[in-house]
């Protein structure tokens, strides 16, 4: 087992990507620590763990550095430290925003480009982004990234060990116009995990992101079947990815089969982008 004896904490586990991640985790032999903004959720990935050493399901808004601090406090009094963090929390829209304009102009675009007329309809959503949507999703992604980190450092320092796995994207590398305050936030994350490696790496401490593609998981399931086929057909393996497959490079990244790897990026994206 590759995490056998190890804590780790994997934030916006109830589903997708954090659900598969903490359930891989734990068969690995790692006391999983599943955090959610909605308890039910975090207590379901728990109770479907198959693992040794069991799990914790802890709610909290990982945007709201007293609950992530209030977290940290309770896994240091039961659990005693953290030797593995894993920042997957995050949202694909914000509030208010229109999915259903978007994915409409977006259909529009494709049907255009297929006819040969090219583009004429524009997305737009830049312009019409709000305030509200904006700072949520930064205060999740940045903001929940950085105050999970802080907190789960102080811990990890005391024994001068430790990973850390943070969620990007590949929108971080591409750049998606449909979402870009997604891709700001996803691309802020991997220069945030490039800073943190250099900083803590003489502890002994490892930071390193991921950048998946289109993945099938509840944040995806409402993409269009004409957008996703789009997609896929811009995907050289012609497929979306699985939880499975992000979930494995987590366990790479967080097992000391990476022990020379910091302040890197891996992107299991079947082809999507390729640098």
């Excluded at 728990?46 to 990982?62: E, L």
Aim: charged share 20%.
């Amino acid at each position: 087992m590759k995490l056998k004896d190890k804590v780790a904490l994997v934030t916006g586990g109830g589903s997708g990507l954090g659900r598969a991640i903490a359930l891989l985790f734990a068969e690995e032999g790692a006391h999983v620590v599943v955090n959610e903004v909605r308890l039910d959720a975090a207590e379901q990935t728990v109770s479907s763990m198959k693992g040794p050493a069991g799990g914790r399901a802890i709610q909290a808004d990982v945007a709201d550095s007293a609950q992530v601090k209030a977290m940290f406090a309770t896994i240091e009094r039961e659990l005693g430290t953290v030797d593995i963090l894993v920042n997957n929390a995050g949202i694909a829209f914000g509030p208010g925003d229109d999915r259903l304009e978007v994915s409409r102009k977006s259909e529009a675009i494709v049907m255009e480009l297929l006819s040969g007329q090219g583009a004429q309809t524009h997305l737009d959503v830049t312009q019409n982004l709000s305030d509200e949507s904006w700072r949520r999703m930064l205060a999740v992604h940045i903001d929940g990234t950085f105050f999970c980190t802080r907190e789960a450092l102080r811990l990890m320092s005391q024994k001068n060990r430790g990973a850390i796995v943070n969620i990007s994207s590949v929108a971080a590398l591409t750049g998606l116009e449909v979402v870009p305050h997604y891709s700001a936030a996803k691309g802020a994350i991997l220069a945030f995990t490039r800073a943190v490696a250099r900083d803590v790496a003489s502890r002994g401490i490892r930071v390193n992101a991921i950048c998946p593609g289109y993945i099938d998981t509840p944040m995806t399931e409402r993409t269009s079947p004409l957008i996703r086929a789009a997609v896929i057909a811009r995907t050289p393996l012609r497929r979306a990815g699985e939880p499975h497959e992000v979930a494995a490079t987590a366990l790479f990244l967080a097992s000391d089969d990476s022990s020379f790897f910091t302040g890197q990026w891996l992107s299991p994206n079947g082809g999507l982008f390729i640098a």
